[in-house]
């Protein structure tokens, strides 16, 4: 389908690294490689998500059988079969660290010891974890959906029938699975739950939001209001940081804790937006700031105006895009800088990163997918050598390997380019982002768990869509809805919370 009109066939492209983290549709006459991408995706935990507005993941579909348990999947197409068997992804990968542990090596040992990632359970659609997360929402919370409205395109709007604040604050807060209530019970009070509100910050480039100005540009995108275009563009320079702890792994299986129990430890949820060449209108000006030649890799109209369909995508070419290289690593370590600082502002040890912006939004439909990786894994190498830090001690990417030359395979690269500088240690893990976040707040340091947010500004985004991709499944597994959402969290359309940085 990237190919003009009436031109030859190509043989289908290499299937992109399988971060969306979101189901991949299959479009008639994809081949094999294309396939084993959508399975990919289907089973992807990693850098973002594509936010299809309102797509529902149809695992249970014809074609896809049995992917949840490993079982053969088959698919049927002009009189050829193709068979993939879901658990024959590559091994796990080892971890490698970049840098001296030092004092941290028994935690580095223990991140080590972690048991192998479960990649099949929330790697498609989550329906069992979207309406447990809806009823605790609606029976606990107090969310009342508001029929026919929306905070975003596809996104349903939702407001509480009383404020948090307002509820006694010894009350309990109950989150179960409905399939198995007497599994375990994650319990909060309300006073917590002011706590952890409370402690919601959003720091930003202080040069892309000037002045008060800037500052109400800023709370107009944080309600879900931001322009497409140069609003869009900035969100990237926005980090927003709260307390949040996680209900379940990516194993699905929910944290038993009482109310007002601290022994889990400290683990903060920072939401951050990536650079999207996903194509879409939105975030035109990614597109048009990055790529070179994006006149000739998408269809223009006589005015010169990208063509732009179905309301959202832009109309490929089949031309390859070349990128401002220079210009994009200047932006990438500029995003680098100001997470970790704003992390490191609030005391944050262990920083959790994973490869933002890297699954479909990093541009492999144009032939861009490969030089932004490595960009993305080089612009943190660099700010890494380049920054010293007061409490950060400890750097871990996730990045979980579902097929060969995988982002795990990409960073390793970078890192092994030359000997590592920096005077943080990095740890590049195969493993589930969660999983390393409450070993480590368990080991009792201050966790920082990055998440791959939308330029729209709307925390979850499309949560209630069965969880499509990363976003989502933070949402899912958080309590981020709680801490993180502009319709529970009052503070976060406080500009006064609002912090600009020099980065």
Known sequence: KLQPKGAPRAPPPEAPPSLPFRPARRRRGAGPGAMLAGLSALLGLGADREADLGVKAKLSSPGWPGLRTGCHVTKQRSGKSMRFQAADMPPMCNAVLFGDAGDLAALVASLRGLPEMDKHTMGGRCEHQTRDMEHFMTSQVGMRQLSGQCFVQGVK??????????????RTLSFACQRRPADATFSMSVAEVAEWQASYQAFYASDMYVGEEGKACLRKALSGQSSCGDEAFRMKFVVRISKNPVLMR??????????????AGEVHLVSVCGVDFAGRKHDVADVTTYIRNWRQVYRTAEEGNLVVRHGRDFVPTGKKGFLDRSLLLRDLKKMARLRLRAQDAVGVQVAVEVGIGLGVFAG???GIGARVRLLSAQALR????????EHIRLVVVSLPVFRPN????????????????GATPVMLMDQDMHAIA???AAAGFSVGELNPADSHGVFGEYWQNLGPGTEEKLALTTCGLLTQHHAVNPWVLD??????MDV
Do not use: M, W
Request: aromatic residues 12%; charged residues 35%; contains cysteine.
């Open 364 to 366: 492999d439909a144009v």
């Open 406 to 421: 995988d982002n795990f395979q990409h960073f390793r690269k970078v890192f092994e380019n030359g000997t590592y500088k």
């Open 382 to 389: 660099e700010v890494l050598e380049e920054e010293r830090f």
């Open 438 to 440: 409450i070993s480590a």
């Open 250 to 263: 990516f194993d699905g299986r929910l944290i038993s804790r009482e109310a007002d129990d601290c022994h």
């Open 495 to 500: 500009a006064s919370r609002y912090t600009p």
């Open 157 to 170: 709007a939702f407001e509480l029938k009383t404020p948090l604040a307002e509820l006694p604050a010894d």
